[in-house]
């Protein structure tokens, strides 16, 4: 994994999100964006209207170990400021974002367009979820650790135990 201050000139990309935890689809669509781009910051947002199991520090962990073997992958957290903006100082060329249903569609479609009006130079890429992940989602994720299913194959198996940790 790199760190963010080592960034060289090249394409860069940042995958805004909750990551509330992180889960296999998430991690995905760094593996895809890694190859697009020259550079990918995983950038660890708190979205204002939805609560959190983990912190900010906690997601931010979590998201790292996770993206260690990725050499040219690194993580950030986004501290009261907007994504465009953030982007802008990095030199960001794109953000990342994924869609599993026309539900997700929609949703994107609406931050894809104010964060263009807010910086038409910064293009939003959306990548389609793998099959095999399409159903994942960090709230079924929640659901299924409260009622203690398996989470086998949904999350990195640390994060994992993290999560049956905080839940139980
Ligand atoms: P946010 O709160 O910003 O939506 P999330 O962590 O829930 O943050 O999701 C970040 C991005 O990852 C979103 O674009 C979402 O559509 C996408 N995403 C979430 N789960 C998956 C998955 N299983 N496969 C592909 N993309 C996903």
Not at 21 to 32: A, M, S, V, Y
Not at 135 to 144: A, D, G, N
């Amino acid at each position: 994994m790199k760190e963010v201050n080592d960034m060289t000139q090249g394409r860069v990309a940042i995958f805004p999100g909750s990551f509330d935890p992180l889960t296999n689809g998430h991690l995905n669509l760094i593996e895809r964006s890694s190859k697009l781009f020259d550079e990918v910051i995983v950038l660890i947002a708190t979205n204002t209207s939805k609560q959190y199991l983990f912190s900010l520090e906690e997601r931010r962990r979590h998201v790292t170990e996770a993206v260690a073997t990725f050499p040219n992958v690194s993580v950030d957290v986004l501290n009261d400021t907007l994504v465009v903006h953030y982007a802008r100082s990095k030199n960001v060329q794109a953000l990342i974002r994924g869609v599993r249903n026309t539900l997700d569609f929609e949703y994107e479609h609406a931050i894809a367009v104010a964060n263009r009006q807010q910086d038409s130079t910064i293009e939003t890429v959306l990548l389609y979820a793998d099959a095999s992940y399409r159903h994942l989602s960090s709230s079924l994720i929640k659901e299924v650790a409260r009622f203690g299913g398996s989470l086998d194959g949904m999350v990195p198996p640390t994060i994992e135990v993290a999560i049956k940790e905080k839940i139980q």
